[in-house]
């Protein structure tokens, strides 16, 4: 299921997204793309550059929706597994994370993300695996 600018808007419209400065920019196709516009409350040990966990947020929730997009309505998915790599310092001002589907069996959908920032830098690599659920709502 491919996602509207306005479902998104909805869906980004959550404590956990706010908190961090996440935001998931489209979803369609076992494909999914989000921005990390730090926090300062994310960004410990030093100002401006967001802990590696804010950077696995981000790459966990971009993956899902990468993977949600390609569910029908009244499913979701929930994180089995997953490896990320730190390439470099996470340095300057937003960071995109590119995600998609490589592989699916059964119930189960794998993954892989990069992130980058503005430069085009790789910040981040990973993978994961996760279990079609149904919807929690």
């Known amino acids: 299921m491919d996602f509207s600018r306005e479902e998104l808007a909805g869906l980004n419209n959550n404590s956990l ?9 489209e979803a369609a196709g076992g494909r999914a793309r989000g921005i990390l516009r ?5 960004c410990w040990p ?5 802990h590696g966990g804010v950077l696995f ?13 390609l569910l ?3 499913k979701s998915c929930a994180t089995v597994s997953m490896e990320v790599q730190y390439t470099q310092r996470a ?4 960071f995109i994370c590119e995600a998609w589907t490589t592989f699916q069996t059964g119930r189960l959908v794998y993954t892989r993300a990069d992130v980058k ?12 695996a ?8």
């Open 38 to 42: 730090p926090e300062p409350a994310g």
């Open 57 to 69: 947020t981000l790459m966990d929730t971009t993956m899902a929706w990468a993977v949600i997009s």
């Open 72 to 74: 029908e309505r009244g």
């Open 91 to 94: 340095l300057g001002g937003e």
């Open 17 to 25: 997204y706010h908190a961090l400065g996440i935001e998931v920019l």
């Open 117 to 128: 920032n503005q430069e085009g830098g790789l910040i981040a690599t990973s993978q994961a």
């Open 46 to 50: 030093f100002n401006g550059q967001p």
């Open 130 to 137: 996760f279990r079609v659920v149904n919807d929690y709502q």
